[in-house]
């Protein structure tokens, strides 16, 4: 087994017994892919050596066709599917107009940190979001710290204290802190500001994929997104023969 791995027979045996040997990352990989772990044994495995996990395979911008209805029938509620990294990898017609319009946006730049820090067209669509700032950073600090050794969570970090002044000075306060619900408040093109509660729900046991749910705070928000969901409809609609 050590030959297949191509590490040392006696480094090998260390390794089983639960010696503090402190394995690299690449020697991990090699016995994971020696040992044909499937992703719970290998981040077990990684858990052990006390060395976080990379992914095993890049995100895919598709979800399953069951989340996909589900957030068809949760309007006229806004519905999304965003990853741990906050990458939105679906969303209803809703959730679409109320932000006003992500197809405009490039797939690889639909992430809400991102977009809120340096996209200053979405950053009207959330009122007052100078104060939820530092949250939003808290936020993806503490949930960074699950995947530090992964490419493309560098990158999204590289990229926002490149762009983003705001981030960059956010980020180094080393501020943490866990999702939770709450109220937001979006201000929309079509009918003005709406207060909502979101909610998040994870996808499945030991998925980071949440799909968010977003319900009227109050009733005039009940009534404006009523509105905005018939103004979805009227847009959408195909056109009569």
């Not at 990352?25 to 495995?45: C, F, I, K, N, Y």
């Not at 976080?52 to 006229?76: F, G, H, Y």
């Not at 990898?89 to 809400?112: F, H, K, Q, V, W």
């Not at 950073?137 to 995947?147: D, E, G, K």
């Amino acid at each position: 087994m050590a030959q297949l791995a191509g590490v040392g027979v006696t480094w090998y045996t260390w390794l089983e017994q639960g010696r503090d040997i402190q394995p690299s990352l690449q020697v991990l990989e090699a016995v994971a892919r020696t040992l044909r772990l499937d992703p719970h044994e290998r981040s077990h495995l990684f858990r052990l050596a006390n060395v976080p996990a990379p992914e095993v395979t890049k995100d895919c911008a598709a979800v399953s066709p069951e989340i996909q209805l589900m957030l068809t029938q949760l309007e006229p509620f806004p519905a999304c599917v965003k990853n741990a990294r906050t990458d939105i990898l679906a969303y209803n017609r809703t959730y679409d107009r109320m932000l006003g319009g992500l197809s405009a946006i490039p797939p690889e730049r639909r992430n809400t940190t991102l977009l809120l820090f340096t996209d200053a067209t979405f950053r009207t669509r959330i009122v007052d979001w100078e104060s939820k700032a530092p949250m939003v950073v808290a936020q993806f600090r503490a949930a960074m710290a699950r995947h530090v050794a992964e490419p493309a969570w560098k990158q999204l970090l590289r990229t926002l204290r490149r762009e983003s002044p705001e981030f960059a000075d956010l980020w180094d306060r080393h501020d943490v802190r866990e999702p939770e619900n709450q109220t937001k408040e979006y201000l929309t093109d079509d009918v003005g500001l709406i207060r909502l509660r979101y909610t998040n729900l994870w996808s499945g046991p030991r998925s980071e994929t949440l799909v968010t749910t977003y319900t009227p705070a109050d009733p005039e928000s009940a009534v404006r997104l009523e509105r905005l969901y018939e103004i979805v409809v009227e847009a959408t609609a195909p056109p009569q023969a």
